[in-house]
């Protein structure tokens, strides 16, 4: 008597109980409890990377371009680690992983001077044009990243070895693909930050919060298997999280819209800018309703037929969909990989989380998607002195004096 009995099962004696009955029992229980604590784990460590996000996005501009500097070494690490793991699991020849290995990073410190050089040259023309060596390493930068490439390319070829080419191609296309999937992509995160913070904090954020609650409600409801790659993942979080992600970016973009620091462009290389004349997208405006929700209002008892918005909520919208609907086969994608390799993390960087590409899969293309709807749709076209600027040095010297004294008569006369 007393003893636990399991449906469709004969009551059995306490010296009939077997362990395995035993451990049947208790299984589920340490299941739970080993769940529970990977979810106390994982939010403690969120909570942490948030808190460390803000404080980075506090520090301003340059501090998120080098967050993404430090993700991407972080990253490309964690994913090389894995090839160099098997290569040496496999080969008997270890000389040749240090050569890999240079030519890994040789090529990622080249990808980095041809997207950051571009990237700072574009949006800061004229710092460079202040100082001789910054305008030629300007002025011929396209030529500087391609010497780079070819001196990479003919080291990668001086160093190939008989009886290892098929390896060795076969490890410069694994490089290649890691960068343009990984380096490139997430480049452009840092167009979008010199064009104001916002462009890369909700972006990224609205990634985040579809993330959590993709986890969170899948954890507590989940019930339905989403696809067959990430087992975990179910078509109660992901709905969820949709849901969740476009309230979300429609209420915090109203208030994130009022802040300057984050609307503003950066025009100043080492000034962060705290006023500017706010892009029409961050001007509260009036939208009219249709008839048939202004005739809905009034059956209700509401008499409204108009709110007042900033039109960049309306647009987070869509950014919000991007990063419910496109951005999580991101993950999936990740998820095929670690299949591949038979591993459950990349690394285990990050406590409850596993490494940096565990959490950064699903912000690949976020940050392209960002900036091809912004410069298709919605960048302002102006002219400011800084373009003026980079005509006017196009002139001779004759051409800039008569320019000025043209200039100058122009002043005197107002």
């Given at each position: 008597?007393?003893?636990?009995?399991?449906?469709?099962?004969?009551?059995?004696?306490?010296?009939?109980?077997?362990?395995a009955?035993?451990?049947?029992?208790?299984?589920?229980?340490?299941?739970?409890?080993?769940?529970?604590?990977?979810?106390?784990?994982?939010?403690?460590?969120?909570?942490?990377?948030?808190?460390?996000?803000?404080?980075?996005?506090?520090?301003?501009?340059?501090?998120?371009?080098?967050?993404?500097?430090?993700?991407q070494?972080t990253?490309?690490?964690?994913?090389?680690?894995?090839?160099?793991?098997?290569?040496?699991?496999?080969?008997?020849?270890?000389?040749?992983?240090?050569?890999?290995?240079?030519?890994?990073?040789?090529?990622?410190?080249?990808?980095?001077?041809?997207?950051?050089?571009?990237?700072?040259?574009?949006?800061?023309?004229?710092?460079?044009?202040?100082?001789?060596?910054?305008?030629?390493?300007?002025?011929?930068?396209?030529?500087?990243?391609?010497?780079?490439?070819?001196?990479?390319?003919?080291?990668?070829?001086l160093?190939?070895?008989?009886?290892?080419?098929?390896?060795?191609?076969?490890?410069?296309?694994?490089?290649?693909?890691?960068?343009?999937?990984?380096?490139?992509?997430?480049?452009?995160?840092?167009?979008?930050?010199?064009?104001?913070?916002?462009?890369?904090?909700?972006?990224?954020?609205?990634?985040?919060?579809?993330?959590?609650?993709?986890?969170?409600?899948?954890f507590?409801?989940?019930?339905?298997?989403?696809?067959?790659?990430?087992?975990?993942?179910?078509?109660?979080?992901?709905?969820?999280?949709?849901?969740?992600?476009?309230?979300?970016?429609?209420?915090?973009?109203?208030?994130?819209?009022?802040v300057?620091?984050?609307?503003?462009?950066?025009?100043?290389?080492?000034?962060?800018?705290?006023?500017?004349?706010?892009?029409?997208?961050f001007?509260?405006?009036?939208?009219?309703?249709?008839?048939?929700?202004?005739?809905?209002?009034?059956?209700?008892?509401?008499?409204?037929?108009?709110?007042?918005?900033?039109?960049?909520?309306?647009?987070?919208?869509?950014?919000?969909?991007?990063?419910?609907?496109?951005?999580?086969?991101?993950?999936?994608?990740a998820?095929?990989?670690?299949?591949?390799?038979?591993?459950?993390?990349?690394?285990?960087?990050?406590?409850?989380?596993?490494?940096?590409?565990?959490?950064?899969?699903?912000?690949?293309?976020?940050?392209?998607?960002?900036?091809?709807?912004?410069?298709?749709?919605?960048?302002?076209?102006?002219?400011?002195?800084?373009?003026?600027?980079?005509?006017?040095?196009?002139?001779?010297?004759?051409?800039?004096?008569?320019?000025?004294?043209?200039?100058e008569?122009?002043?005197?006369?107002?």
């Amino acid at each position: 008597e007393g003893v636990h009995q399991r449906p469709g099962k004969q009551k059995l004696d306490d010296s009939t109980v077997s362990e395995a009955e035993v451990t049947e029992v208790a299984d589920p229980q340490k299941e739970e409890a080993d769940r529970w604590a990977k979810w106390y784990l994982r939010a403690k460590s969120g909570i942490a990377m948030l808190l460390g996000f803000f404080v980075l996005v506090y520090l301003g501009h340059l501090f998120m371009v080098l967050l993404i500097l430090a993700l991407q070494i972080t990253g490309l690490k964690e994913v090389w680690d894995i090839r160099i793991k098997k290569l040496k699991k496999e080969q008997q020849d270890s000389d040749i992983i240090p050569v890999l290995m240079t030519l890994d990073w040789y090529f990622f410190f080249t990808t980095c001077v041809l997207v950051y050089g571009r990237a700072f040259i574009t949006q800061f023309r004229y710092f460079f044009l202040s100082n001789y060596y910054l305008n030629q390493f300007m002025n011929h930068h396209l030529m500087i990243v391609f010497a780079m490439f070819i001196f990479g390319f003919i080291f990668f070829v001086l160093s190939l070895k008989k009886g290892m080419y098929k390896l060795q191609i076969h490890q410069l296309s694994w490089t290649i693909a890691t960068l343009i999937l990984m380096v490139i992509p997430s480049s452009f995160n840092i167009y979008n930050i010199f064009e104001g913070l916002i462009w890369f904090f909700v972006p990224a954020g609205l990634v985040i919060t579809n993330d959590c609650f993709a986890y969170f409600v899948g954890f507590f409801i989940g019930r339905t298997p989403l696809i067959q790659l990430s087992p975990k993942k179910t078509w109660e979080g992901f709905i969820g999280a949709m849901i969740t992600t476009w309230i979300f970016s429609f209420t915090i973009t109203y208030f994130l819209c009022q802040v300057p620091f984050l609307i503003c462009p950066k025009e100043y290389i080492f000034e962060n800018p705290t006023q500017c004349v706010p892009n029409e997208l961050f001007v509260l405006t009036e939208y009219r309703f249709p008839e048939m929700v202004v005739s809905a209002l009034h059956f209700v008892g509401v008499n409204q037929s108009s709110m007042w918005i900033y039109p960049f909520q309306l647009h987070s919208l869509t950014l919000a969909t991007f990063a419910s609907l496109i951005a999580p086969f991101g993950g999936f994608f990740a998820s095929g990989f670690k299949r591949a390799f038979k591993i459950k993390d990349f690394a285990d960087t990050i406590p409850g989380h596993g490494g940096v590409i565990d959490r950064m899969d699903c912000q690949v293309f976020m940050g392209v998607f960002t900036y091809v709807y912004y410069t298709s749709f919605l960048k302002p076209v102006y002219v400011d002195a800084v373009t003026v600027m980079d005509k006017i040095v196009l002139l001779t010297t004759s051409e800039q004096l008569e320019l000025f004294k043209m200039f100058e008569r122009y002043l005197n006369a107002k």
